[in-house]
Structures are given as structure tokens and as C-alpha cells.
């Protein structure tokens, strides 16, 4: 067997990166380099590529193992970031002590506060401002279990269905006895190039078998949590925003002297602009342009991980914050009427009244 195992951390940071800023800061100290995909796909079009960094190399303990780990990074224009923790699998360990290291990895606390600890270092060091940003509690894990070879399937890599129980493995289940239903619903998630790779994508985890060592696939899976986190992001920031415009009208009652509707208006015009252009930022950041292999994977990931459900949503909340505004500001050109009714009444009766006084 030889393999590693993934473990993602992706976190919110707040506003736009402006990427070539941040490589100047950290590309003295790291590794600092932009991201590009080893295989040539003209399916895939990835605009202003992530900074990739690499920024430690150490061991870590789990279950007794000194499993050999390298942390990197990538910072995304639109202000995520993404952390990888890679532990090389020893290279003599049976299946079912993998699947219990999986999910000691996964549930493991001390290697979460270790991926927070090493978010907030390069946080710091592209700006302390962008620490008060963070939502710590909103962030997207995952695991990716990439093996270059595994014993007996070097020619038919889906011959590891039939030498290893995948489905624990996936789903990080250590005794209970999977349904057939469920084997299913991973079966299906089955991806092939050619007979000794294979892709196996489910909604918290994925196996890969890669003979070349390319890890494309897996790059293309972590865009998918990053635009997934981005869109669970906005959907609770505008949950946010429109609660405080709604609570906002009804605190504040309004009169034809003090028209709160004009600065509502305003402010949820401004918040509807800000969203929708990130929103956009986001979903551009990669697209899928034709039905080869790449992107395949990519639809397939995304499919898995209900970005649509979630960009759905987002697109919903969005339509309604327009429609607010169009409301506002409905309602303050009406007040703004009354007003100019009142004022020209005032003038007449101020022509009028002296003609009635002589």
C-alpha cells in the first residue's frame, strides 16, 4: 500500500485577497507559488488561480503511528482559505487498522486546533484586520484517501471493492454493518480514465487510486469545498442582513419628516451588490467548459456536497433582499410625495389665506 491521507480545513477570511500582495509577504518564508492543475484540460478554466503555500513538515502521533505530515495552504481571491494536512500511510498497515486511523484523523480535536492554529498564523501574517472576519464555527472539512498503489489492484484498480470494504472506509465506520442501499449510493459515485485509477466521491470523503501520483483530482474536489463553504457562507450572511433590515423597519417608525425608507433602501441595495458580486467571484473561479474526465469530477463533487441546493438558496435570498429594496424605495418616494402635497398645500393656502383676511 502506498498512500496518503487528506485532511481539509476550509475557513472563511473575510474580504477579497489580493493574491499578489499576499505572495510578496509570504514567498521569502515558504514556498509561495500560484496554482495550476497538472493535466492540460481545456474542460476546466480556473480564473486567478490560488496561492499555493507549503508550511510545515513535521510528524504527528496518531494511534501510536509517527505518521510523517505536511501542512499547505491555499488563500482564493475571494477570501477563503483552504488547509490541507497530508499523512503518508505507513506503508505496511492492513485495511481495517486504515479505517480506524481515518477516523481517529477526522474526529481527531488536537489536529483541528492544530489546523486552526495554522489558519490564524497565516492570517496574521496577511493582516491582523482580517482575524476579527473569521467564523470559526462555518468552515468545510473532508478527507481524501489517494494511494499511488494498492496490492492486487495495480492492473483493475476496481478490483479494491472486491479485496477491501471501501464503504467503511468512506464512510469512516469502524463496526456497524453498512445497508446494501448505502453501498449503493457510493458505488455509484464511481469514477474511471482508465482500468488502474479509480475516484470514489462521497459527500464527506473520497478514495482515489492515481498510479501517477497527480493530484488533480483531488485539487478539483478541494475547489468544490471551498465554492461550497463560500455559498453556506453568504446564505447565512444574508440570513443575517435581512433580518436586520426587517427588525430594522419595524423599530423605527417613519413619519414624512424622518423617512427611514431611503437609508434602508440604500443599505440594502449596497449589501445586494456586495453579495451578488462575490457570489459571482466565486462561482467563476472554475469553470467547466466539457464533458472530459476533470470535469466530470468536478460536477460529481459538487453534486455530492449539494453546492447547487446551496447556491440555490443563496440566489432566493438574494432575489428577496431586491425586492426589499424595490420596496424601500417605493415607500420613500411615497413619503417623499406626501411631503411635496403638504409643502404645495402650504404655499396656496399662504397665497389664499390674505385674500380672505382683506
Excluded at 157 to 176: G, Q, T, Y
Excluded at 189 to 195: G, K, L, N, V
Amino acid at each position: 500500500m502506498n498512500g496518503r491521507i487528506l485532511i481539509y480545513r476550509v475557513f472563511d477570511i473575510g474580504k477579497d485577497v489580493d493574491l499578489e500582495k499576499v505572495q510578496g509577504l509570504f514567498e521569502a518564508s515558504t514556498s509561495a507559488q500560484r496554482f495550476r492543475l497538472n493535466r492540460s484540460s481545456k474542460a476546466m478554466i480556473i480564473n486567478n488561480a490560488p496561492l499555493s503555500l507549503t508550511i510545515e513538515n513535521s510528524k504527528y502521533d496518531a494511534l501510536g503511528h509517527p505518521l510523517d505530515l505536511e501542512v499547505t495552504v491555499k488563500i482564493w481571491h475571494f477570501g477563503a482559505l483552504s488547509l490541507t494536512l497530508s499523512f503518508e500511510i505507513p506503508e505496511k498497515m492492513d485495511w481495517n487498522r486504515l479505517v480506524e486511523l481515518g477516523n481517529f484523523l477526522e474526529n481527531d480535536a488536537n489536529l483541528h486546533a492544530l489546523a486552526k492554529k495554522r489558519v490564524e498564523q497565516i492570517v496574521i501574517g496577511m493582516g491582523p484586520e482580517r482575524m476579527k472576519s473569521i467564523d470559526w464555527e462555518t468552515y468545510e472539512d473532508y478527507a481524501c484517501y489517494f494511494f499511488r498503489k494498492i496490492d492486487g489492484c495495480e492492473k483493475n484498480a476496481m478490483k479494491v471493492f472486491e479485496l477491501h470494504d471501501v464503504f467503511r472506509l468512506i464512510l469512516s465506520e469502524n463496526n456497524a454493518t453498512l445497508s446494501e442501499q448505502i453501498k449503493k449510493t457510493i458505488y455509484d459515485s464511481t469514477f474511471q480514465y482508465s482500468q488502474d485509477d479509480l475516484a470514489v466521491i462521497d459527500w464527506n470523503s473520497a478514495l482515489i487510486i492515481e498510479p501517477s501520483g497527480s493530484l488533480d483530482i483531488v485539487d478539483v474536489i478541494e475547489f468544490s469545498l471551498c465554492q461550497l463553504l463560500e455559498m453556506r457562507y453568504y446564505d447565512d450572511l444574508l440570513d443575517e442582513k435581512l433580518t436586520y433590515l426587517y427588525t430594522s423597519l419595524e423599530e423605527k417608525s417613519s413619519n414624512i419628516f424622518q423617512n427611514h425608507y431611503t437609508r434602508l433602501s440604500k443599505e440594502a441595495a449596497r449589501i445586494y451588490l456586495d453579495i451578488s458580486d462575490t457570489v459571482e467571484s466565486v462561482e467563476n473561479s472554475m469553470k467547466v467548459v466539457g464533458d472530459f474526465y476533470l470535469a466530470k469530477i468536478f460536477r460529481a463533487a459538487s453534486q455530492r456536497l449539494r453546492f447547487t441546493d446551496w447556491r440555490d438558496s443563496v440566489d432566493q435570498k438574494l432575489a428577496n433582499l431586491a425586492q426589499i429594496s424595490r420596496l424601500y424605495v417605493s415607500e420613500s418616494n411615497e413619503k417623499r410625495n406626501q411631503l411635496l402635497e403638504i409643502i404645495i398645500i402650504a404655499l396656496i393656502a399662504i397665497e389664499v389665506v390674505p385674500l380672505f383676511m382683506k
